[in-house]
């Protein structure tokens, strides 16, 4: 069972997540654990001060090392205190690495992390040399503090844990789980304006809806992703049917760039343009 404890200036932010949906339920049955450290209640002086004006000038305000590692300690005390062995410590950063399932699935699967939530310009640079195991980011954009994005990866860290989704097969066939984007998906009524559901879907044949239903998660991944399509075939994780399709997909790249259309297997430069 997942435990985070998370350094924040703004507990608030959780509040939420304790209270609605699938991470309450994840909360609600004990399947994740969160715990808030507020660096303040560690800081020093009369103001209890987090935070200071940066060494050389310019805009804006740096979360100061000393209180954040007062909360760290804290953190991690507890954390031993419940018998829990050392866990990472993972800083909030648009200069991080961008967070995947993988990383996600690694952390459903541990003992959970310690997450450090920055705000103002950031934290001081010596907290991260000397305490932080790695930086993770949500994406090229920025917030105002690391809160959304430890909420974000909370989120995609309970659906993956036992019992939290009604149906465990959801987590499963969610896209990245395999490496591919999830198919598209239907439901009531059969003809909506002028679009009906594809045929193979009423027919109740269940080899060949499972069969239409990775050869369109195949599609839709090689059209908008296609290094994840080219990673699984590099890592030897597409089968027989898999590779037909990708094929296929290949040949009408090929001829849709006036090429005579090919079946043979493309390197990775021969993945589908913007354009398509
Ligand atoms: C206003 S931002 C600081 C931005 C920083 N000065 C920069 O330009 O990279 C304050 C905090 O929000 C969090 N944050 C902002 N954008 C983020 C992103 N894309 N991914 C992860 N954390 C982010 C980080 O914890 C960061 O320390």
Redesign the pocket.
Known sequence: MPRFDVLTLFAGYFEPLRSQGICRRAFDSGALQLHTWNPRDHASGAHRSVDDRPYGGGP?MV?LAEPLLGALRAAQSARAGAGLGAAPVL??????RVLRQPEVQRLAASEGAVL????????DQRFIDLHVDEE???????????E??AMALLDAVARLLPGVLGDELSAQQDSFSDGLLDCPHYTRPPLFETREVPQVLMGGDHARIARWRRDRMLELSWRRRPELVLELERAGRLDRQDLRMLAELRARDAGQAGAAPSATPATPSAAPSAAD
Do not use: K, T
């Open positions: 804006g979360m800083l909030f950063s648009p200069a991080g450090v939530c920055g705000r103002y310009e950031g934290v993770i980011s949500l994406g090229d954009f920025v917030l105002s503090g690391g959304i994005p």
